[in-house]
């Protein structure tokens, strides 16, 4: 039972436009929203988080939007460098702190 | 940040083989956690500890086995190694409290032939 769904396995953009990565989740228990991003051969490390209190949060060029009655939350990334070419992952957590993970979705900025 | 160290990176083995796959972390985090992956798909709890002497299963079933008798040291050990062990493990550590970022370690590419 996969709680947290990425649905575009890949996304291409061109240097200096936006990128918007998707995420959804089933379980109405998640409060806690974090997006990790993935270079090839090493661990995922942490980009950017939000609180299911809020509805926005802000770091530089990543911002992430959460939408409770949608069960749905996205990645903004503007403007996307070559440097941001790598695999993001949404994760989300709960009362218990398991983290479940969606599948990924491969970036590729294009110069 | 959190220093999470990972050995060995890559690792072929044949089938039938004991492995263990280290992970040690220095920044005296409780919780720790295998994770397994493989391309395209999501990570996958497959063990995790609370603390020392705590060891607990995650949603995926795994015939590997962990330990937790230091802190800083959460090893997996599969007994007998079978091709469809085959797989990225991750290996990752949080700081204590709620809402827990997760820091992880490079990694290890189990290849089992």
């Known amino acids: 039972d996969q709680q947290v769904k990425q649905n575009s396995p890949s996304l291409s953009v061109q240097e200096g436009r936006i990128s918007i990565l998707n995420c959804d989740y089933t379980n109405s228990m998640f409060d806690y929203f974090l997006w990790y991003k993935k270079y090839p051969a090493e661990g995922p490390t942490f980009l950017i988080s939000?609180?299911?209190?809020?509805d926005k949060n802000e770091d530089g060029r990543f911002t992430v939007f959460l939408n409770k009655s949608a069960k749905h939350l996205s990645l903004h990334i503007v403007p996307s460098q070559p440097g941001d070419s790598a695999v993001y992952f949404c994760?989300?957590?709960?009362?218990?702190?398991?983290?479940?993970f969606g599948a990924g979705t491969r970036l590729t900025v294009k110069p | 940040e959190a220093d999470i160290y990972q050995t060995p990176r890559y690792l072929v083995i044949g089938t039938g083989k004991k492995i263990t796959l280290e992970c040690s972390q220095t920044m005296g985090h409780d919780k720790m956690y295998w994770y397994q992956q493989d391309p395209g798909m999501e990570l996958h709890l497959i063990h995790y500890s609370y603390g020392v002497n705590s060891t607990e299963k995650g949603d995926l079933s795994s015939e590997s086995t962990v330990s937790r008798i230091r802190t800083e040291h959460f090893p997996l050990t599969l007994e007998s190694a079978r091709p469809s062990h085959t797989s990225q493990y991750l290996c990752?550590?949080?700081?204590?409290?709620?809402?827990?970022?997760?820091?992880f370690g490079s990694g290890t590419q189990l290849s089992v032939l």
């Open positions: 939000i609180s299911s209190i809020k």
């Open positions: 994760a989300a957590s709960g009362w218990d702190n398991d983290m479940r």
């Open positions: 990752a550590s949080s700081d204590p409290g709620g809402n827990e970022k997760l820091f």
